[in-house]
C-alpha cells in the first residue's frame, strides 16, 4: 500500500507521535520547527472543527489529529501537486475524509482541498469554524523574482496570499470567541497586530522563540481570538538549543523526545 502512495522522490517521515506519518518529497518544501510549534501552541478543545490556511503537505493537520486537537481537519492549499501529497498522507494515516458533501469532515478525519485560500469566502460560509490554523508564508513578495511559481517561493513568499488575505480570510471563517493561531517572523509583528485587531481577531497569546537563550527570536507563536476583549498574555519565551547545541529539554518535550 505504500508503494502505491509514495511517488518518485518522495519518501515517508515519521512524526513520532501516535504512529503518525506524513509523505514529504525534498524537492518541495519540507516542513520545519515552526509547524511543530505551532501545533503545540494551539490551544484547541476536542469537539472544534479547524480549517488549516495554506497546508503545504498537511503537517499541522497531521499533527493535530496525532494529538487530539480538534474534532476533525481541513487543510486548504493552492498548489496542486502538494495537496494531493498531502491528501495520500491522510490515507497513508487511514484518516482520509470520505464524504467530502459535509461541510466538515467526519471527527478524526482530515480533508484536503486544493483550493486558493482567496477563494473560501465563496466556499464556507461566515463564522463556521472554531479554529483557524496557519504557518504562511514569512516573507513579502519581491519585485523582479524569475521564477514566481516555483514550490520553494510560494511557499517562502507572499506571491499568492498576502498577509492582510490571510487573516482576513480567518476573521470571516471563525465564529465568535473561535480562535486564529499563526507561526511567524517577529519583525512582521507590528503588522500582525494592527490587521488583526482591524479583523477583530483580538491577540490573547503570544510567545517569542528564541534559537538560543542569548539571541533575538526568530520566531513568533500567536493566537487571536474573535471579538474578544483586549487582554495579551506575553508567555515566557521558548529556547531552542542550549549552550552546546543540543535541544533544551521544553523541546525534546515538544517532540516527544523526552
Known amino acids: ?117 482567496k477563494n473560501l469566502k465563496k466556499i464556507y460560509p461566515h463564522g463556521c469554524v472554531g479554529a483557524v490554523t496557519s504557518n504562511p508564508p514569512y516573507m513579502k513578495e519581491k519585485t523582479g523574482i524569475k521564477n514566481p511559481s516555483d514550490t520553494k517561493y510560494i511557499a517562502r513568499h507572499e506571491a499568492t496570499l498576502k498577509l492582510e488575505e490571510l487573516i482576513s480570510t480567518a476573521a470571516y471563517l471563525l465564529k465568535s470567541r473561535g480562535s486564529f493561531f499563526m507561526v511567524h517572523r517577529p519583525s512582521r509583528l507590528p503588522e500582525i497586530i494592527e490587521l488583526m485587531c482591524r479583523y477583530h481577531l483580538e491577540p490573547k497569546r503570544l510567545q517569542m522563540v528564541q534559537p538560543y537563550i542569548d539571541k533575538e527570536p526568530n520566531m513568533v507563536l500567536i493566537e487571536g481570538v474573535k471579538e474578544a476583549g483586549r487582554e495579551l498574555r506575553n508567555l515566557p519565551a521558548l529556547i531552542v538549543y542550549k549552550e552546546n547545541g543540543e535541544y533544551t529539554d521544553e523541546i525534546l518535550r515538544i517532540y516527544n523526545k523526552l
Not at 520545519?32 to 505551532?38: A, E, F, N, P, R
Not at 475524509?97 to 485560500?117: C, H, N, S, W, Y
Request: some cysteine; glycine content about 8%; hydrophobic content about 40%.
Open 1 to 117: 500500500m505504500n508503494k502505491e502512495l509514495v511517488l518518485e522522490n518522495e519518501r515517508i517521515d515519521d512524526l513520532e507521535i501516535n504512529g503518525f506519518r506524513i509523505i514529504q518529497n525534498p524537492f518541495y518544501f519540507c516542513f520545519g520547527m515552526d509547524s511543530v510549534l505551532l501545533s503545540h501552541f494551539a490551544n484547541i478543545r476536542s469537539n472544534v472543527d479547524v480549517i488549516d490556511l495554506g497546508t503545504g503537505t498537511g503537517i499541522i493537520p497531521l499533527l493535530l489529529a496525532a494529538k487530539g486537537k480538534g474534532k476533525s481537519w481541513t487543510g486548504v492549499e493552492l498548489q496542486k501537486d502538494i495537496a494531493d501529497m498531502a491528501r495520500r498522507s491522510t490515507i497513508l494515516n487511514e484518516v482520509e475524509d470520505t464524504d467530502p458533501q459535509e461541510l466538515f469532515p467526519a471527527a478524526g478525519k482530515i480533508r484536503i482541498i486544493p483550493e486558493d485560500v
